[in-house]
Every structure is written in C-alpha cells, then in structure tokens.
C-alpha cells in the first residue's frame, strides 16, 4: 500500500496530465461525432442540390467530409499526448508511398472512379453497355461499378476498365430512333408496304412527329425487299412502342395483300442427253 501511495506521490503531475488528456479525448471525440454529423448533414444537403440530385456523389463526398472531421480529431489527440505529428505525417506520406506503388491497380480503379464520377457518363438507374456488359447502373463506387443485368444479374466492374472502354448510355437522351424492319416478297407493291408502314405511325400517338419518321427501302435481299421504318420515340416509351408495332407489322402488312417471304432457293435441274 505505502508503496502505491509513493507511486502516485512521485507520478501525481504526470497521472494528473494523463487523467486530463484522456477526458479532453473523450469530449473530443463526441464533439467530432456531433461536427461530422451536422458537416455531412450540410455537405449532403448541398451537394445534392448542386449536383442536381446525383445520389452517388452526394453519398461520396458526405462520407469523405465525416472521415476529414475524425482526422482532424486524431491529429489534435496525438497532440494531446506529445506525438511528433509532423513526423507521424512524414511517416504516413513514406508509407502510403510504398502501399501505393504495391496497389497501384486498386488505386487506378480509384482514380478513375474520381473521373467518372465527376465528369458523369453514367449515373445510377441509368441503362448503359460497358465492356461487354448491358444493364442498369446500381451503384457506382470508388473501386467499382455495379450493374444490373435485364435478367438480374449482379454485375461488378473495375473503374479502370469502366474508364477506358467505351460507354454506351442508352437512357442519357431524351429521344431514341426506333427502327423496324419487314421483308415483303420481290412480286409485292413496294408502295403499298411504305403505305402499311405509314399507318403504323398513325395509329401509334407516342411517336414524335419531330423528327419526322422515315419509311425506306432498306435492303434488296436475296429472298425479300426489306422495309424499314425509322421513328423517333421518347426514351421511356422506346421499349414498349417497339414490342408493340414489331408485333402489329405483320397484321398490318399482310392486310395490305402483301406476303413476307422466307428464305428459299429454286433448284433448276438440267437433263442432258446421255451418251
């Protein structure tokens, strides 16, 4: 006990000081917690207005501004307890040196995540092809960019190889050409399969009227002349105008007298004279 009691009598300055730097950490810590909060309240707010309701960025720069808050706070407890913080940052600098030579791939994927979420190609819900990939935009991360198959499949995708293959953006305009094509037999009425073609469109009120539709003769095929209507439609409608006027074509075409052909050959056999 006298022991103790000497212990504390020779250290109380010091035990006094660390006693008080543990208090000052903890109320550190709980006022970083409420400033990180009420920053990422006000960042959230004001990025999502400024990026015109982009959910992904507004979700990556209010979790990087409650991360900055906690760092600051770090700095100033190991300050509290006499660590050199200029030669701890030294020490950070040489050794997020060294990781990032040993992950440079991880942190390519990071700065092209940075990229493309900034100069926006894609953004989420948004349907797009990617490297082979077709689907809808679930998420777009740091590191990674998750897509949704038509089916359901959970796609991930490197950022690296987002940024450096081309994007296809099928939903980032507001109109989309529709193009429907239909065989109709070499002995039909060219004019007549353009005239089903046109009552078509008129029957169908979501296709723009600019730009105006186009009725051409596409292609001289082998075993068909192949029409084809080419129609502007708003991008949220294309899919259904689509399966609708590729399932009426046949109807309408085949009222008009017109027979679509399929692929066939005539065989002419020749009997020579035999010797």
């Known amino acids: 006990m006298e022991t103790i009691i000497n212990f504390f009598s020779e250290h109380q300055l010091q035990l006094i000081a660390i006693a008080k730097n543990t208090l000052l950490t903890i109320f550190i810590f709980i006022g970083a917690s409420i400033c990180s909060k009420l920053l990422k309240r006000a960042v959230h707010k004001g990025v999502y207005r400024l990026s015109k309701h982009d959910e992904i960025i507004t979700k990556l720069l209010t979790t990087l501004s409650g991360y900055v808050v906690y760092l600051i706070a770090i700095v ?164 259904d105008i689509y399966w609708q006027t590729q399932r009426k074509v046949k109807d309408k075409v085949e009222s008009k007298g017109i027979t679509i052909p399929f692929p066939q050959r005539d065989l002419h056999i020749i009997n020579g004279d035999k010797k």
């Not at 002995?187 to 009227?209: P, Y």
């Open 76 to 239: 100033i407890i190991l300050d509290l307890f006499g660590v050199n913080t200029a030669s701890l940052v030294a020490l950070v600098g040489a050794a997020g040196l060294a990781i990032g030579l040993a992950l440079k791939d991880t942190l390519s994927n990071v700065a092209a995540g940075v990229m493309l979420l900034f100069l926006k190609p894609l953004k989420k819900a948004e349907f797009v092809e990617v490297s082979s990939y077709t689907g809808s935009v679930k998420d777009l991360g740091l590191f990674t960019t998750v897509l949704e198959t038509a089916d359901g499949v959970f796609v991930s995708i490197p950022n690296s190889t987002v940024w450096a293959n081309a994007i296809k953006n099928f939903t980032r305009n507001e109109k989309r050409r529709m193009d429907i094509t239909v065989g109709i037999s070499y002995g039909d009425s060219i004019e007549d399969g353009l005239a089903a073609l046109r009552e078509l469109v008129s029957e169908e009120s979501r296709i723009l009227i600019e730009p105006a539709p186009q009725y051409l003769v596409h292609t001289l095929a082998d075993s068909s002349v192949n029409l084809q209507l080419r129609a502007w439609v708003a991008t949220p409608h294309y899919w």
